[in-house]
């Protein structure tokens, strides 16, 4: 399958020359889940069989408010605010193996770190909030379904 990307886009609308960068599909090349790492969680957490569950079940609880945070920091232009909420939405989605849903917050901090470097983060900030959070929270919703089918089948 070959990847297609769109053309650079400017946060903020034409002519202010800067930048963001364009997923270029290799999201979609990563797995939806990467269950090895949950099965290297599920080994580190041997001799207590359900601490992994709660773990991977916490995750889930917590995703909607990740993605509450983060949209709150984009829409309101909170930089600090959007640099935390994206961080830690791609290091808890790294420690589940939720690889798509970590490429595509990677994809959003880096937008944000170059689209806010001269800019006011006020003007570009909401505008990366249209441009990232339904993708973002499509595939929430994707990696949610599939972390509660492997619990379900995993004895």
């Given amino acids: 399958m070959t990847a ?3 053309p650079p886009r400017t946060p903020g609308g034409p002519g202010t020359g800067a930048k963001t960068p364009v ?15 949950l099965d290297k969680l599920r080994a580190d957490f ?3 069989d359900e601490v992994w569950r709660v773990f991977v079940r916490n995750f889930i609880a917590a995703l909607p408010p990740r ?3 983060l949209r709150g920091a984009l829409t309101t ?10 961080l830690s939405l791609k290091a808890a989605s790294l420690q ?3 690889e798509r849903l970590a490429s595509l917050a990677l994809d959003l901090e880096v937008a944000v770190r170059e689209g806010t470097r001269d ?18 929270r499509q595939r929430a919703g994707q990696t949610t379904y599939i972390l ?6 995993t004895p």
Avoid: C
Wanted: proline share 7%; charged share 25%.
């Fill in 148 to 153: 509660e089918v492997h619990l379900k089948k």
């Fill in 119 to 136: 800019r006011d983060p006020s003007g570009v900030l909401p505008w990366l909030a249209a441009e990232h959070l339904p993708r973002i």
């Fill in 46 to 48: 041997d001799d207590y």
């Fill in 96 to 98: 589940v193996g939720a």
């Fill in 67 to 69: 993605i509450d945070k």
């Fill in 77 to 86: 232009g909170d930089l600090a605010g959007a640099i935390d909420a994206v």
């Fill in 23 to 37: 997923l270029s599909g290799q999201d979609s090349t990563r797995p939806l889940l990467d269950h090895a790492v």
């Fill in 4 to 6: 297609i990307t769109a």
